[in-house]
């Protein structure tokens, strides 16, 4: 199974494009768990996750993030801003499965 963490400000607005995607890998029959989480809680998930999506709003903490995962062999993207806007949560399923190939 894979593991899918969505990094926001507060782990409030990545949840509903949590479900959205959840939904859409029930529809692909696809065993993924996806969660969300604030990016003061990175650490703590970093080590059990296979991807880390970034909301578009914390950007700005790519960086430092993916050194933090870097060790690890983990991979710390931000979601496009259009796909988060307008919670395409089959689109951010699909980009993160691809990227984790």
């Known amino acids: 199974m894979k593991n899918i963490v969505l990094c926001c400000a507060a782990g409030m607005s ?3 494009l949590v479900q959205r995607m959840v939904d859409a890998a029930q529809k ?3 065993e993924v768990s996806i969660k969300a989480v604030p990016v ?3 650490k703590e998930n ?3 996750a ?4 970034l909301g578009p709003q914390v ?3 790519q960086a430092k993030l993916q050194a933090l995962a870097d060790p690890l062999g983990k991979k710390v993207v931000v979601i496009d ?3 988060y806007g307008l919670m395409k949560g089959d689109v ?3 980009k993160a499965l691809k990227m984790m190939e």
């Open 81 to 83: 801003m259009m796909d």
């Open 28 to 30: 692909k029959g696809i």
């Open 40 to 42: 003061a809680e990175f």
């Open 14 to 16: 990545t949840s509903i």
């Open 50 to 53: 296979d991807i880390v999506l």
């Open 92 to 94: 951010v399923l699909d």
């Open 59 to 61: 950007k700005y903490e």
């Open 46 to 48: 970093i080590e059990r």
